[in-house]
């Protein structure tokens, strides 16, 4: 079985991770964010939806802000290793 990414390319203006930075052929800043479908479905099931062919980089903003608090509110056990959620939540923001 082969993992299918979605690759979404938004525009910034903004310094967000030099790891999600890349600039297209007309030198516009653009944020790539590499996503399966079961990292969308996590997503989903977690509350956290967003029109991926449509966000702007406030919206990529609010996504990182987001699967980081359900990171730390709910990926984590009790000796603060990721559980199953927070390995979901961490591969997202990496």
């Known amino acids: 079985m082969t993992l299918q990414l979605r690759q979404i390319e938004i ?8 790891q999600h930075q890349l600039t297209n052929e ?3 800043k653009m944020a790539k964010l590499d ?9 989903a099931d977690s509350g956290i939806n967003f029109d991926f062919a449509e966000m702007s980089e406030d919206d990529l903003v609010d996504l990182e802000e987001q699967v980081g608090d ?3 509110l709910s990926g984590l056990d009790e000796s ?5 959620i927070g390995k979901q939540a961490r591969a997202i923001l990496e």
């Open 11 to 18: 525009p910034v203006q903004s310094s967000l991770r030099s």
């Open 26 to 28: 007309n030198g516009i």
């Open 35 to 43: 996503l399966s479908e079961k990292q969308i479905a996590f997503l």
């Open 80 to 84: 603060y290793d990721d559980n199953d």
């Open 70 to 72: 359900l990171l730390v």
